[in-house]
């Protein structure tokens, strides 16, 4: 297998993945795929097994250089794994011998911790306010880089609890506008999706704020 020896850097699509274990499942995602693709996903998946002689005492050399080359790809795989780990877990999996065994140790210990995270990652999401003085559309956007935040972290947001959200974390007048204009639009058969919706609070927002500057 030439794949491991001749590339060097990973996609940009693949992020590093975060000590907290919040973004694992995207991580693993693209690190998979792109392992994949350079044929080297069976160092990590186990597939692919140290060469053994017939006698381990006495092996040939065409033996030796088999097992060689198979050492050297899996210590490559691994090196492509370090580079989208923080050198705190990087440390960690150095006892560990092959890139399987990285694997391994990664997914124990991020699966349950990348639960955690998603959960509390959710749960502040849920809690988001705009509060008094905050400019609408600021927030309105930090809400929808948010949303986004979780989808690439593995958490889904239905569009239910995506429109909840916002209808509760708005200044009353907006909360009546956004409510209202839900429910008119599933009246006529066009519910609007939550981009729109945001999309016409902040319009909304904004033609409130010119009244009360027209008014002043």
């Known amino acids: 297998m030439s794949a491991p020896s001749t590339i060097k850097q990973l996609p940009s699509n693949i992020p590093h993945l975060e000590a907290n274990g919040s973004n694992w499942a995207i991580f693993t995602m693209r690190f998979q795929e792109a392992m994949q693709a350079i044929q080297c996903w069976s160092h990590f998946d186990g597939t692919s097994t140290t060469p053994t002689a017939k006698d381990t005492n006495k092996p040939t050399n065409v033996e030796k250089k088999e097992i060689e080359a198979w050492e050297h790809d899996d210590i490559a795989t691994q090196y ?3 580079q989208r780990l923080p050198n705190t877990i990087a440390v960690c999996l150095y006892a560990h011998k092959t890139a399987k065994a990285h694997w391994d140790r990664l997914t124990t210990e991020f699966t349950v911790q990348s639960v955690y ?3 509390d990652l959710e749960q502040a999401f849920f809690n988001m306010q705009c509060t008094k003085g905050t400019d609408v559309q600021t927030f309105l956007t930090s809400l929808r880089y948010k949303q986004e935040e979780l989808a ?14 916002v209808l509760k974390s708005l200044p009353d007048e907006l909360t009546q506008f956004a409510s209202q204009t839900l429910t008119s639009t599933r009246h006529i058969g066009h519910p609007l999706d939550t981009d729109t919706l945001i999309n016409s609070v902040i319009e909304e927002s904004e033609c409130l704020k010119n009244q009360r500057t027209c008014s002043q």
Request: proline share 0%.
């Open 152 to 165: 690439t972290a593995g958490v889904r947001i239905t569009q239910r609890e995506y429109q909840r959200t």
């Open 80 to 82: 492509l794994l370090s």
């Open 117 to 119: 995270a998603q959960n």
